[in-house]
C-alpha cells in the first residue's frame, strides 16, 4: 500500500507541474492569438495545437512512463483531447460572449477540467505503464 500511495503522489506532483506548464502556453498563445484575430475558434485551435504537443510527449514519457506505441496511444489521447477541446472551445465562446477575460476564462474551464483530465489520462489514455518494484 505504500508503494501506491507514494507512487501515486509522485505521479500527481509530476502531473501537476507538466499541466501548469501546458496551461501556461495555452492560455498565452490563446490570449496572443485572440487579441490579434479576435477569433475564438482558431486562437483556441493554436494554442491548443501548442500546449497539446507538448503535454502528450510529457505525459507520454515522463508523467505515466507509457509503454505503448505512440500510435496506440496516440489515438487515444487524441479522442480525449477532441472531447475536451469541444468543450472548451463551446465554454470559451459562451464566457466571451457575455464577458471579454479571454485570459481569466481559459485559466478558469483548464482549472475545472484538470482533474478528469487526470482521470481519463490514467485510466483511458495510458494504460499500459512501467511502474517501479
Known amino acids: 500500500m505504500k508503494f501506491f500511495k ?8 509530476i502531473w501537476v507541474t507538466i499541466g501548469v506548464i501546458t496551461l501556461s502556453i495555452d492560455a498565452l498563445f490563446f490570449t496572443l492569438m485572440f487579441k490579434m484575430t479576435n477569433l475564438v475558434i482558431f486562437s483556441n485551435f493554436v494554442s491548443g495545437i501548442l500546449a497539446i504537443t507538448f503535454n502528450y510527449l510529457s505525459h507520454y514519457k515522463i508523467t505515466f512512463k507509457s509503454e505503448e506505441s505512440h500510435q496506440k496511444s496516440g489515438i487515444k489521447y487524441f479522442i480525449n483531447l ?3 477541446w469541444c468543450l472548451n472551445s463551446v465554454f470559451l465562446k459562451i464566457w466571451l460572449t457575455y464577458l471579454n477575460y479571454p ?7 483548464g482549472a475545472i477540467q484538470a482533474p478528469i483530465n487526470y482521470i481519463t489520462l490514467r485510466n483511458f489514455v495510458f494504460t ?5 518494484n
Request: hydrophobic share 50%; glycine share 0%; net charge positive.
Open 6 to 13: 507514494n507512487h501515486l503522489d509522485t505521479q500527481l506532483i
Open 82 to 84: 477532441a472531447v475536451f
Open 103 to 109: 485570459l481569466i476564462a481559459k485559466l478558469t474551464l
Open 128 to 132: 499500459s505503464r512501467k511502474l517501479k
